[in-house]
């Protein structure tokens, strides 16, 4: 069987001859490999779209790729792994490695041109500049034509005026390097309502349509563009799933009250996505809540969330007490053109922004 593994700046490379028992981690590292990435590399996956109910689903690099892309997995069909961000830190600036870094800019980037994070014009702007900045250098630059930005795009159905704000705000970051102006987009693009939420569709005890968001600091409900619950990590006594239903069991005001415990469930479409959407909160509250996996275990932590699964990278903790090597070889920014037509044309994107329509609007700075 072979692969083929999307980058985030659109590239690919080609996996040959699995064996049955490849696991998820060995083609992770390959792609981190062909990447240049060497550190700070557990805030990455590697994820395939699930013909079911097409889907992204996250590879569990503890189990062989066969294993997990089921009856597909033969030779005559052409398996895509995409590379992704899959654990967004609250304030991304305080990645170390530069190559590290620009592959958040690239998956945000991505979120930003296919609507699954919205914002107001003038920060469409303000974030399409730090672009511009990083990739073309100075406004003024002789390197460059006048008309530079005429297929910059940052955001679907992107309204004609916003190249010219784009090119405003660029005028102001004369001076700054591309490193200088990723830590700015970064810094901007982390404070949107979505940024780093994971969304899955689910029904509620009304039978209505909601999405729950999994993200570093909650799990939070959606109805169409409003936020109805924030449930953070501390708040949470459980997690669980059973068939198609995922439930969460609510830490009560009173600590000591165990008949005041509150427990909310959803209905989703089958069992897979109950379990994909449960796996990926076990995941981000090991990631973001713990100091150490194997510590967590000994102790009994996990044990809350059920299930013999468990998180088995590093933490971020354990990332932000590493010295990453700084980035020794300059690396090329991929042409904003290329970057934006790929995505425009669909790739990657997920059916969620098709069935709840636009995500709510940040207004201001």
């Known amino acids: 069987m072979n692969v083929t593994i999307v980058l985030l700046d659109g590239g690919q490379f080609e996996v040959q001859h699995l064996r049955k028992g490849t696991l998820g981690k060995e083609i992770f590292k390959n792609a981190c490999n062909k ?11 590697l994820r395939f779209i699930n013909k079911k109910d097409a889907e992204f689903q996250w590879v569990d690099n503890e189990r ?26 609250i304030n991304p600036t305080s990645i170390k490695n530069d190559l590290t870094r620009y592959q958040f800019v690239l998956q945000l980037r991505e979120s930003l041109l296919n609507g699954r994070l919205e914002c107001s014009i003038p920060i469409y702007a303000l974030l399409g500049s730090f672009i511009a900045q990083a990739e073309f250098g100075d406004y003024d630059s002789p390197d460059i034509s006048a008309n530079y930005l005429e297929d910059f795009k940052v955001c679907p159905d992107q309204p004609p005026e916003l190249v010219e704000k784009i090119h405003d705000y660029h005028r102001r970051h004369r001076g700054m390097t591309p490193e200088q102006a990723e830590l700015n987009f970064l810094d901007n693009v982390r404070k949107l309502p979505m940024y780093g939420v994971h969304r899955h569709l689910a029904l509620d005890v009304n039978c209505e349509k909601v999405f729950i968001g999994v993200s ?6 959606y ?7 924030t449930f953070v990590w501390p708040q949470i006594l459980s997690i669980g799933f059973k068939s198609k239903k995922f439930y969460i069991k609510i830490k009560p005001a009173d600590e000591d009250d165990d008949f005041c415990k509150t427990s909310v469930g959803f209905k989703l479409s089958d069992r ?3 379990k994909r959407l449960w796996k990926i909160c076990v995941e981000h509250h090991t990631f973001f809540r713990l100091e150490n996996v194997d510590l967590a275990e000994k102790k009994g932590w996990l044990s809350r969330f059920g299930s013999r699964f468990s998180y088995k990278g590093k933490t971020e903790h354990e990332i932000m007490k590493e010295d990453p090597k700084p980035t020794e070889e300059p690396f090329s920014r991929v042409s904003s053109k290329r970057f934006s037509e790929r995505v425009l044309k669909g790739e990657g994107i997920s059916s969620l922004r098709v069935i709840f329509g636009r995500i709510p609007r940040s207004e201001g700075l």
């Open 216 to 221: 570093n600091v909650a799990v939070t409900v």
């Open 64 to 89: 062989s790729i066969k294993s997990q892309l089921g009856k597909e997995a033969n030779d005559n069909v052409t398996h895509y792994l995409h590379f992704a961000v899959k654990f967004f830190p």
């Open 35 to 45: 990447i240049g990435l060497t550190d700070e590399t557990d805030y990455f996956g």
């Open 223 to 229: 109805r169409g563009s409003r936020l109805m619950s």
């Open 272 to 274: 897979v996505a109950a």
